[in-house]
Nanobody
């Protein structure tokens, strides 16, 4: 059974940092692209980062480019999202999601993703 579990969310002050983890089980990251998404209640889910199956190809939404970094540890079958320079506008529930490499070449469009974690809440506030 394919499963993704996010962790690492919490409360952080503006300008602070957090690292989110997305642990995958039931499948190998070698065959899936992993996307990071976030959603504020009442707003559309936003794709903010993508780590392709190669582990070395990433892309980011303009809203997080230069502040967030996505990476992968293949041995741990885990994808990370390092978030620096956090702003109150980054407050959201953060999700990771997976899509098989034969189904899509990108991973920041929510409608492409086939497996989702349950999310972790990030709150940026003083």
């Amino acid at each position: 059974q394919l499963q993704l579990v996010e962790s690492g969310g919490g409360l952080v002050q503006p300008g602070g940092s957090l690292r989110l983890s997305c642990a995958a089980s039931g499948f190998s990251l070698d065959y899936y692209h992993i996307g990071w998404f976030r959603q504020v209640l009442g707003k559309e889910r936003e794709g903010i980062a993508c780590v392709r199956s190669s582990g070395t190809s990433t892309d980011y939404a303009d809203s997080v480019k230069g502040r967030f970094t996505a990476s992968r540890d293949i041995a741990a079958n885990t994808v990370y999202l390092q978030m620096n320079g956090l702003k109150p506008g980054d407050t959201a529930v953060y999700y990771c999601a997976a899509v098989h490499i034969t189904a899509a070449t990108m991973c920041r469009e929510y409608y492409d993703m086939t497996t989702w974690g349950k999310g972790t809440l990030v709150t940026v506030s003083s």
